[in-house]
């Protein structure tokens, strides 16, 4: 009997013990995050976006390029992130279908690192057990996974096309880099799965991204160097004459006696230039007036070809480029330029209506480009415009006739070598461009206006009271409106030049 006992206890025990899930050979659970889209790759808007690409982040929360997270998942990692926007199928995500499908497994980039993880999770939870698949990661799943479950999902095809593609890819896409050979050497029926995933881990390049020279070739650059340049020396200039004329001179003789080298604040582009010539301080004024006039003029030209390439770079350049990081660079370039380009014009505008030198058509001039500047930031690259260029410019059969994965997932870390931090952190052209720009446009308008009415014949003599149309209040004996609006345009004078050096 004590022996019958023993023994119905150890079967009863097997029993159990067989009939515990597989969990039991691994105490950790396999965690399942989604999120909507890759950030910043679906599509590229560079006022919003473009502070990832210094950072180095194109993707999520991670703070991993798209390469690192799709390496991190297929090596065994422990939380895989997943994305919701990948595998549609008829207006519906189901990885399950898509993924079984190459015309759709490599149709967009969200599913082909959705099919490629859920190949890492099925391996790391049912062949080798590192991993369960607990109640809420399959609850999480769930929400991509459509008429499958991820605990019965099959990733034996899924690798199977991963492998086809990849080798065709690198036979025929034509990138500058090579694959990795062990790729070449990969085999369904020889290769494990821990072989397959070490190989695909360098799938995706890292790629120097060609620049349209069109937009940042060395002959823009130095062209946009020397107008900062420029730009800074003529405002210093400007400064150290004002400032060597008010030292050297009376200045109770300079009260009774006006003379012409003072550069009266009602001074406009015409009267400058034939102001009677009776000095050199009159001849160095002259002179001073007139090139800040025609400096900013040939800005209006040079800043408008740039912004011109600027916004045809960001709208029309995705049909153009070998890889999506290719477009986002030359987008994220455009932006820069489209925002630094107009700062120096906005020092020199500031000069001259901080010195009464005001006439419509350079006014107009420099309006226009701000307002060119407004149109490309606002800007966004679509990655379905991207992908239809790919598509049509090479189809790789193994891959369901679609582009090579390689072209949408190549890593960009610089450009030829340059790091991304070659540029100021955006963050500072940004709140330029929002605010200070704001402020300043709104007082240029303002005072162009006020100009406008002061010297017209139908508006000069209209008065409101005490009050004379198109002049500063002025308030007490001190005269505080002319006194603010003095250290307004030179607080506004000092802070492009700062922002421009």
């Known amino acids: 009997m004590a022996s019958a006992s023993v023994l119905q206890s150890l079967l009863t025990s097997t029993t159990l013990a067989s009939s515990v899930p597989s969990s039991t050979a691994s105490s950790t659970p396999l ?20 502070a990832g690409l210094g950072s180095g982040s194109d993707d999520v929360d991670s703070g991993l390029t798209f390469k690192e997270l799709f390496a991190t998942s297929l090596d065994g990692n422990q939380e895989i992130t997943l994305f919701s926007s990948g595998c549609q199928v008829d207006g519906r995500t189901d990885c399950t279908r898509a ?16 099919c490629a993880a859920l190949a890492a999770a099925a391996h790391w939870t049912q062949d080798a057990k590192s991993y369960y698949v607990s109640q809420e990661t399959e609850r999480n799943a769930s929400a991509i996974m459509g008429s499958g479950t991820l605990s019965e999902f099959d990733g034996r095809p899924v690798l199977r096309s991963l492998i086809a593609c990849a080798q065709d890819s690198c036979d025929n896409d034509g990138l500058s880099k090579p694959c990795n050979r062990t790729i070449d050497r990969l085999s369904y029926d020889t290769s494990t799965p821990e072989e397959i995933f070490e190989a695909l881990d360098e799938f995706c390049p890292e790629l120097p991204a060609e620049v349209n020279p069109d937009i940042f070739g060395p002959g823009v650059l130095i062209s946009y160097v020397l107008q900062v340049c420029f730009a800074a020396s003529l405002y210093l200039l400007l400064k150290g004459f004002t400032l060597w004329v ?39 004024s002259i002179a001073i007036a007139t090139t800040l006039v025609e400096f900013q003029e040939a800005q209006c030209w040079f800043v408008f070809a740039v912004q ?9 350049n995705s049909q153009e480029g070998t890889f999506w990081g290719e477009i986002v660079v030359n987008a994220a370039i455009a932006f820069h330029l489209s925002l630094n380009g107009i700062l120096s014009m906005f020092l020199i505008q500031v000069c001259l209506h901080h010195e009464g030198i005001r006439n419509w058509h350079t006014f107009l001039g420099f309006f226009m480009e701000y307002l060119l500047a407004i149109v490309a930031t606002s800007q966004k690259i679509y990655f379905k415009d ?3 260029l790919f598509k049509s410019q090479n189809q790789i059969e193994a891959c369901g006739f679609n582009p090579s994965p390689r072209t949408y997932c190549a890593a960009t870390q610089g450009i030829d070598g340059q790091s991304f931090s070659f540029f100021p952190h955006p963050l500072l052209y940004k709140m ?3 605010i200070l720009d704001t402020i300043a446009i709104i007082a240029l308008v303002a005072d162009q ?9 139908l508006t000069k ?3 409101i009271g005490s009050y004379r149309l198109g002049r500063w209040p002025r308030w007490g004996k001190q005269k505080r409106g002319l006194f603010i609006k003095i250290w307004f345009w030179r607080i506004l004078e000092v802070a492009y030049l700062v922002i421009n050096i």
């Not at 079984?100 to 690192?113: A, H, R």
């Not at 200045?251 to 012409?260: C, D, F, G, I, L």
């Not at 001074?267 to 009677?276: F, K």
Request: a positive charge.
């Open 432 to 434: 330029t461009f929002l």
């Open 31 to 50: 965690t399942i995050l989604i999120r909507d889209s890759i950030e910043g790759t679906s599509d590229f808007f560079p006022f919003r976006d473009i």
């Open 246 to 284: 008010t030292i050297t001179q009376d200045t109770s003789r300079r009260k009774s006696e006006p003379k012409p080298y003072r550069l009266k604040r009602s001074l406009t582009r015409i009267e400058s230039m034939i102001w009677r010539d009776s000095g050199g301080l009159s001849r160095t």
């Open 308 to 316: 011109i390439a600027s916004i045809l770079a960001i709208v029309v």
């Open 99 to 114: 993924c079984n499908n190459s015309s759709l497994f490599f149709s967009s980039l969200e599913t082909f690192y959705n």
């Open 386 to 388: 991207a992908f239809a």
């Open 449 to 457: 206006l006020a100009w406008t009415l002061r010297k017209h014949h």
């Open 461 to 463: 003599h209209v008065q």
